[in-house]
Structure formats: structure tokens, C-alpha cells
């Protein structure tokens, strides 16, 4: 019988909470059983192992990311709406620094999450999508876009993480400039 209290959801949770603060590669099944003070046996009556555990923790973070992204962009067009969702994507990832690291790996076929893990994905693009309609760009321009933002926006806040902006310029500043950019790029794709 499953321990009271403890469900896939919450163990997901958990063990999300758990990625934030050590990080998503270190989150292991004897470190969420140390969370709930059980054995780590008793995970697996939530959760078929550790990928499976991570795999969770991606669509999860996908949701929440899309999530975001999808109430910045709610009533804006064009750069507004790029600023919108950039702000949004940056404050998830530093916010949720072991969700947003989850996000980044794509899918494999035969994943346990597979077709969670692309619904999440597919509701974060549309997104996306949608705003980029707003530049008058669509199909293969629209992913080749996509792309483009999304390699932005990680850089920036990858590095921002890392501590790799030790110039004495304003972070905020640059992360705007980078949009601003962006948005330029996009207005003439």
C-alpha cells in the first residue's frame, strides 16, 4: 500500500523543488526518499526509477514554463509580446534554475514521458508561434525563429547563471538590449 501522503504528483514535486536547489542531475531517487524520510524503495510504487523521476520533472517544468510564457504574452503583439515572453523565460530560469535545466532535453522515442513531455513542448511553441505571427512569420520561418530566440534567451541565461557577466554593465540592460535585437531581427526576417 502506498504511503499516505505521497502520490506521483507530489513526489514529482519533490523531487522538482529538490532539482531547483542541488540541481536536475543530481537529483537522484535516495535523495527524494530523504525528502519524504522513506525508504527509496517506496518511490517506486510513484515513479519507475530515476530517468522516469526526470522525465516527470521535464513535462512538469514544460508546463510551468509554457504556463508563463503563455500568460506574458496574453493581450500583446509584436515586440511587446517578444519582451513579454523573454522576461517570462528568464524568470523562470532563474527562478527555477533545476526545472529550467530539464527543459532543455528533448524527448527520445520510447521515453516514458514521450507524448507528456511533447504536449508540454507543443503548448510552450504555440506560444511562441503565436507571437511570431505577429511578425507576419510562419512555418519554416517561424521555426527557424524559434530557434533563434530560444538560443538567445539560453545563452543569456545560462551565462547570467553561471556568473558570467563580470563586466561592470547592468545585466538587465543587456538582456533588454538582446531583445531589442531581436525583435529588430525578427521585423525583418
Do not use: C, N
Not at 166 to 185: H, K, N, Q, W, Y
Amino acid at each position: 500500500m502506498p504511503r499516505a501522503g505521497l502520490s506521483e504528483e507530489v513526489v514529482v514535486a519533490e523531487a522538482a523543488r529538490l532539482a531547483d536547489e542541488i540541481g536536475y542531475d543530481r537529483v537522484t531517487l535516495a535523495a527524494v526518499a530523504d525528502r519524504f524520510d522513506v525508504a527509496v524503495p517506496s518511490l517506486y510504487k510513484h515513479v519507475s526509477g530515476r530517468e522516469a523521476l526526470q522525465q516527470s520533472i521535464a513535462v512538469r517544468a514544460l508546463r510551468e514554463l509554457g504556463a508563463a510564457v503563455s500568460t506574458a504574452a496574453v493581450g500583446r503583439a509584436g515586440g511587446d509580446a517578444l519582451r513579454a515572453i523573454a522576461d517570462a523565460y528568464r524568470t523562470y530560469a532563474r527562478e527555477h534554475p533545476g526545472g529550467y535545466a530539464a527543459t532543455l532535453r528533448a524527448p527520445q522515442p520510447g521515453d516514458a514521458a514521450h507524448d507528456a513531455h511533447e504536449a508540454a513542448s507543443a503548448a510552450l511553441l504555440e506560444t511562441v508561434f503565436a507571437v511570431l505571427r505577429g511578425y507576419g512569420l510562419s512555418g519554416d520561418d517561424a521555426i527557424d525563429a524559434t530557434r533563434a530566440i530560444r538560443a538567445a534567451l539560453h545563452g543569456f541565461t545560462s551565462l547570467e547563471a553561471a556568473g558570467g557577466f563580470g563586466m561592470p554593465r547592468d545585466v538587465d540592460r543587456s538582456f533588454a538590449r538582446l531583445v531589442d535585437a531581436l525583435d529588430t531581427a525578427l521585423a525583418g526576417w
